[in-house]
């Protein structure tokens, strides 16, 4: 066999394991709490939303988390993905500092979302479940599921925030085409839907509303259960995968990272990337500077509170101790549709309390200035959530020029923009508003936080 059919053929190029920050935290993670008797939730409390197997990937401190084999078998359709060197990019910023990314487009719904999709999929499908229903904001985390789900068998139920709905047909149309229902969020088929309609008919719809009625559906139907594409720890956990394959890759371009940068809506893509070099920091490997990207109009890890708050609006979910704008906060509509979510997940939460992580917020206009230059320089047309990332990686290496050295800065690509033309279209159209957050907004916004003792 030639090298090339050797090489072509090597399973062992996809990780058989994903990583468990959990196991390397200086300390744990702040307990979930019940939102009813403010103690710490149980296994048991979950089982109605989520299998087994999930849960206690949910709070296990094994440092490693064996991948199954039928995941696998699906991740090799598209992974390894690509880890690129972005040498046109550099040429272009005329930068010192070498630039790499790591490019999560190549998956069949376009971004890293089916890497947790399928496995979460593939659990709930040894559990006996039938049905998951779930929400989604742009349509990113719906698509995947859906995918996940016509490979499993098993019938998906989506509730995508109206003002998507209406403007993001094709995302729409992608899920339907994997076979997945889709509703316009909020509804009349849940309790919390009906009580938002009752009040304003007209309602854009948020994410917080969308998961107050996939959770109902799921609580209130034994054969189905809910999914969430971000903010969990299983779903961070199920995300490694990107950066233990970056890990592996850098090391044969015979280099070391020492920034990496990702966006944050709920966190996932970033500690996806993020945590298997954190880790190996924190066992006392090399140190790296690692600086999380959102969004100004959604500025959680920037200017939210950490403290302990509700995952929905309708106040169905535990409480979670994060960085957040407050559970009732409904974002602008800005084009990163899949960074408008309140809250930001609590590993990464706790991450930027314990100094392990930096932060910074960016308006819309200069992220798609960015995206706009890596697609004329390396030929990517970035999602808009990932040209927050691009944002953060060309100011990291203009840093470099301005200081003189040579860095090495690794990026997320998380997602291509295919399915997001309308706003490159109203982005050189000049229809883009950065839209701001003043502290008056913001100081309402938390004023509603769940009083907590722990
Ligand atoms: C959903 C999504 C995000 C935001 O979610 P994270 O959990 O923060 O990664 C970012 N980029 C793309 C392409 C997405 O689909």
New binding site residues.
């Given amino acids: 066999m030639s090298d090339t059919i050797k090489y072509l053929l090597d399973e062992s190029r996809i990780p058989k394991a994903w990583y468990n920050i959990q196991a390397d935290l200086p300390q744990p993670l702040p307990p979930v709490l019940h939102p009813g008797t403010g103690k710490p939730i149980g296994p048991d409390d979950l089982a109605p939303l989520f299998p087994m197997a999930l849960i206690q990937q949910e709070v296990t401190t094994e440092r490693e988390v064996e991948i199954p084999e039928p995941v696998r078998e699906i991740y090799k359709q598209w992974r390894p993905t690509p880890l690129f060197r972005a040498r046109r990019l550099e040429k272009a910023l005329d930068t010192p500092a070498k630039i790499y990314y790591k490019y ?2 190549v998956s069949p719904a ?4 089916p890497n947790t999709a399928i496995p979460q999929a593939f659990y709930n499908k040894e559990a006996g479940i039938k049905r998951i229903s779930t929400e989604t ?2 349509g ?2 719906g698509s ?1 599921l859906a995918l996940a789900g016509a490979f499993f068998g098993l019938e998906i139920k989506v509730f995508m925030v109206r003002v998507s709905y209406n403007q993001k047909p094709y995302r729409r149309a992608l899920m339907e085409s994997y076979g997945a229902t889709c509703t316009p969020s909020p509804s009349d088929e849940t309790e919390s839907g009906r009580a938002i309609l009752a009040k304003d008919p007209n309602h854009p719809g948020s994410l917080g509303i969308a998961i107050s009625e996939a959770v109902e559906v799921a609580a209130k139907n034994a054969d189905t259960n809910y999914a969430l ?3 969990l720890n299983h ?2 956990l199920h ?1 490694t995968v990107v950066g233990l394959e970056a890990m592996a890759q850098m090391e044969m371009a015979g280099d070391y990272p020492d920034v990496i940068v ?11 990337l993020t945590f298997p070099f954190l880790g190996e920091q924190l066992r006392g490997g090399k140190k790296v500077r690692v600086v999380a990207v959102e969004p100004a109009a959604c500025p959680s890890l920037t200017r939210g509170k950490y403290a302990y708050d509700f995952g929905d609006t309708a106040h169905l979910t535990p409480l979670v101790k994060m960085h957040t704008l407050g559970s009732a906060f409904t974002p602008p509509g800005f084009h ?4 408008r ?1 309140h809250g930001m ?1 609590p590993l990464v939460s706790h991450l930027k309390e314990l100094g392990l992580i930096e932060a910074v917020a960016y308006h819309q206009k200069t992220c798609f200035a960015a995206g706009v230059q890596l697609a004329r320089s390396e030929g990517i047309l ?5 040209n ?1 990332a691009i944002r953060g990686a060309i100011d990291e290496a203009l840093k470099c020029k301005e200081e003189g050295v040579s860095r090495t800065i690794l990026f997320n690509l ?3 923009g295919h399915f997001d033309m309308q706003a490159y279209i109203d982005y050189f159209a000049d229809k883009l508003v950065d839209q701001h957050y003043d502290e008056q907004e913001l100081a309402m916004a938390l004023a509603g936080l769940p009083s907590v003792s722990a």
């Fill in positions: 999560e487009g376009g971004s890293h979302k904001g742009a990113q985390w995947s594409g971000s903010v779903v961070l995300q990702g966006c944050t809506g709920g966190g996932s893509n970033f500690a996806g990163a549709g899949g960074l979510y997940a970035a999602a808009p959530e990932a927050h998380c997602g291509h």
